[in-house]
């Protein structure tokens, strides 16, 4: 058993919705919270909004799978980065379950 832990920026819900279902993963939760990035080792010229820490509505995913479907998604989500035409990505992690109940 694997944990999956997935952020990304909320109008990429209903894709990472898309991709939980391609890879097989039925069971999951999710949040929104919001996301924090901080702007201020960036040169002026590079920091529109001239603020030193931009706030984005994200979410986080969550999800207990099996071994199998990691993979799977992993490389829908490396697929689905590699078409985006911004900045914003998927960000992935997987944890290791040494114990659980199920």
């Known amino acids: 058993m694997k944990l ?10 209903k894709d990472i919705l898309r991709m939980f279902k ?3 993963v039925q ?6 919270v919001t996301g924090f990035q901080d702007n201020s080792e960036d040169r002026v010229e590079l920091n529109w909004f001239a ?9 986080l995913f969550y ?5 199998e479907s990691v993979d799977s998604f992993f ?6 980065n590699s078409k985006q035409g911004n900045e914003s990505h998927v960000h992935l ?9 199920n």
């Open 75 to 80: 490389n829908l989500v490396e697929v689905y």
């Open 22 to 24: 391609e890879a097989g």
């Open 63 to 67: 999800a207990f799978v099996k071994k």
């Open 51 to 59: 603020s030193d820490m931009n706030e984005n509505e994200s979410i």
């Open 27 to 32: 069971n999951f939760s999710y949040r929104e």
């Open 4 to 13: 999956l832990v997935i952020t990304a920026i909320k109008e990429f819900k």
């Open 93 to 101: 992690a997987v944890l290791n379950i040494e114990k659980s109940n």
